[in-house]
């Protein structure tokens, strides 16, 4: 996701540091007081107090009067993002049947920043066990750099692009397996760029691999990826190009008239 350049007299400085300290929260920091705020948001204390405080009054953060954490009234951004943007309506339909057709999990991913969010998703149970340890679910977020649709997604951008998010961050190992170093990540994304497919193995959590292809409208931009996750037990990675490949392209190019 790439955003809109904004005049310096447009921006609403409150607004911007409101909604970083509100991003602040995630999984490795669930409650926060007003220094951990304060330092996540890059911020002072006083002003990162003052928008937790706010937040709390307006519902979107609950307090002990020390600490802070979300609230439920958080999803209703979220929500409002799935009932009312195109992409998710569109896909589900799309990914329920797959999953219907395969009994395994499908999911519509998009970039935003270093990560990818999944944006819909129609999951199964194999035996009543779940897959993902991690439990993946709507808006779970996913690092670009280890994820089939992370790679499909970043192989769309121009070079320029790609230098620059390469330059913003270190890439971080999750596993035995994960591609941490620039020239290999490269390597691999001109390999899915070539392909127009990316087959990620245990590179994001071990014993899960994943198969994505691009999501493009008609005039070709890539807007998100499509994936299917399944574990090496079930599936061999021979399989899942032979078997879960053409399914996963005959649904990018169904839903590339709709974009």
Same mark, same amino acid.
């Given at each position: 996701?790439?955003?809109?350049?904004?005049?310096?007299?447009?921006?609403?400085?409150?607004?911007?540091?409101?909604?970083?300290?509100?991003?602040?929260?995630?999984?490795?920091?669930?409650?926060?007081?007003?220094?951990?705020?304060?330092?996540?948001? #890059?911020?002072?204390?006083?002003?990162?107090?003052?928008?937790?405080?706010?937040?709390?009054?307006?519902?979107?953060? &609950?307090?002990?009067?020390?600490?802070?954490?979300?609230?439920?009234?958080?999803?209703?951004?979220?929500? %409002?993002?799935?009932?009312?943007?195109?992409?998710?309506?569109?896909?589900? =339909?799309?990914?329920?049947?797959?999953?219907?057709?395969?009994?395994?999990?499908?999911? %519509?991913?998009?970039?935003?920043?270093?990560?990818?969010?999944?944006?819909?998703?129609?999951?199964?149970?194999?035996?009543?066990?779940?897959?993902?340890?991690?439990?993946?679910?709507?808006?779970?977020?996913?690092?670009?750099?280890?994820?089939?649709?992370?790679?499909?997604?970043?192989?769309?951008?121009?070079?320029?692009?790609?230098?620059?998010?390469?330059?913003?961050?270190?890439?971080?190992?999750?596993?035995?397996?994960?591609?941490?170093?620039? =020239?290999?990540?490269?390597?691999?994304?001109?390999?899915?760029?070539?392909?127009?497919? %990316?087959?990620?193995?245990? &590179?994001?959590?071990?014993?899960?691999?994943?198969?994505?292809?691009?999501?493009?409208?008609?005039? #070709?931009?890539?807007?998100?990826?499509?994936?299917?996750?399944?574990?090496?037990?079930?599936?061999?990675?021979?399989?899942?190009?032979?078997?879960?490949?053409?399914?996963?392209?005959?649904?990018?190019?169904?839903?590339?008239?709709?974009?």
């Amino acid at each position: 996701m790439t955003t809109t350049p904004i005049a310096a007299d447009d921006l609403i400085a409150g607004l911007a540091k409101g909604l970083a300290v509100l991003e602040s929260f995630d999984t490795e920091r669930q409650r926060l007081n007003a220094t951990m705020a304060a330092e996540r948001a #890059g911020i002072t204390r006083t002003a990162a107090r003052r928008h937790l405080l706010t937040l709390a009054h307006l519902g979107y953060l &609950e307090t002990d009067g020390s600490h802070f954490w979300l609230a439920p009234k958080v999803l209703r951004l979220s929500g %409002c993002y799935l009932a009312s943007a195109r992409l998710p309506r569109i896909a589900q =339909p799309v990914l329920h049947r797959l999953a219907a057709q395969t009994g395994l999990s499908f999911s %519509c991913v998009v970039r935003d920043g270093h990560e990818v969010v999944i944006v819909a998703r129609s999951a199964t149970h194999e035996r009543a066990q779940r897959l993902l340890a991690h439990g993946l679910h709507l808006g779970s977020r996913l690092p670009a750099h280890a994820t089939s649709t992370g790679r499909v997604l970043l192989a769309a951008l121009s070079p320029p692009e790609l230098t620059q998010w390469l330059a913003s961050r270190e890439l971080p190992r999750l596993t035995a397996h994960t591609i941490t170093d620039e =020239p290999g990540l490269r390597s691999l994304l001109d390999e899915a760029r070539r392909q127009d497919y %990316c087959l990620a193995l245990e &590179e994001h959590e071990l014993a899960v691999q994943a198969l994505a292809v691009p999501l493009r409208n008609m005039t #070709g931009q890539t807007l998100a990826a499509l994936n299917i996750v399944t574990s090496p037990q079930r599936m061999s990675p021979a399989a899942m190009l032979a078997e879960l490949l053409p399914l996963l392209q005959e649904a990018a190019r169904e839903l590339r008239p709709l974009l």
